[in-house]
């Protein structure tokens, strides 16, 4: 089965500090890879999704971008974060049917 | 594009109980509806999924109906436990893998001793 590594677990950033998440996955090849944020007692918000290397699709306008570089490492990138940025942010993939999720960023903006 | 709604928000039981979380959705097309079970700080683990060419299916005491004419599906936990206690969420997308599953809103499940 998969393996996604998510990193940082935690983190606390100052608003207009920029912001990088990483995600890597294990034990699948050319997976559909996607980032979702939960703010607190939310909902799972979709934010981006990929289908290859290099191709992302966005679901909502915001101040955040993906990137794509290789086949199995999703990044989420912000240059200028906002206190709405704040929440817990899943990187998932999916092959033929489950999505699985990895262990998720904690994401503080003060 | 798909939209599911989830219901309850919040459902409270007492250890014993059975308890329901029903949703619908939106787009004919969709095949494949997954349900998450999300503890405290935790990320979504799913628990058990169905797809269109199945009415029902079980495992152990969780069960998912699903009523395709309705655009309906159901998860049905009996003899509940306080480690049940938990979020759960309902999806729904085509069964292939760049499909997007679209999830619904969450229902915070809470078991009583």
């Known amino acids: 089965s998969q393996t996604i590594h998510q990193w940082p677990a935690t983190l606390v950033q100052p608003v207009g500090s920029p912001l990088s998440l990483e995600c890597t996955v294990e034990?699948?090849?050319?997976?559909?890879l996607y980032w979702y944020r939960q703010a607190a007692g939310r909902g799972l918000q979709l934010l981006f999704y990929s289908v290859g290397i290099g191709q992302i699709s966005s679901e909502v306008p915001q101040n955040l971008s993906a990137s794509r570089p290789q086949d199995r490492q999703f990044i989420l990138s912000s240059k200028k974060l906002l206190l709405s940025d704040s929440g817990f942010y899943l990187c998932a993939s999916r092959g033929s049917g489950e999505l699985f999720f990895g262990e998720g960023s904690r994401l503080t903006v003060l | 594009g798909e939209n599911v709604e989830q219901h309850p928000s919040t459902l409270s039981v007492q250890e014993g109980d059975s308890a329901v979380i029903k949703c619908t959705y939106s787009?004919?097309?969709?095949?494949?509806f997954p349900w998450y079970k999300q503890e405290l700080g935790k990320r979504p683990q799913l628990i058990i999924d169905?797809?269109?060419?199945?009415g029902e299916k079980k495992d152990q005491r969780i069960a998912v109906t699903l009523n395709k004419t309705a655009k309906h599906f159901s998860l049905h936990i009996t003899e509940t436990q306080p480690e049940d206690s938990a979020v759960y969420f309902c999806?729904?997308?085509?069964?292939?893998?760049?499909?997007?599953?679209?999830f619904g809103t969450g229902t915070r499940l809470l078991v009583s001793p």
């Open positions: 999806a729904a997308s085509g069964d292939t893998g760049f499909q997007k599953l679209v």
């Open positions: 787009d004919s097309a969709s095949n494949y």
């Open positions: 169905i797809r269109s060419n199945v």
């Open positions: 034990g699948t090849s050319n997976p559909n």
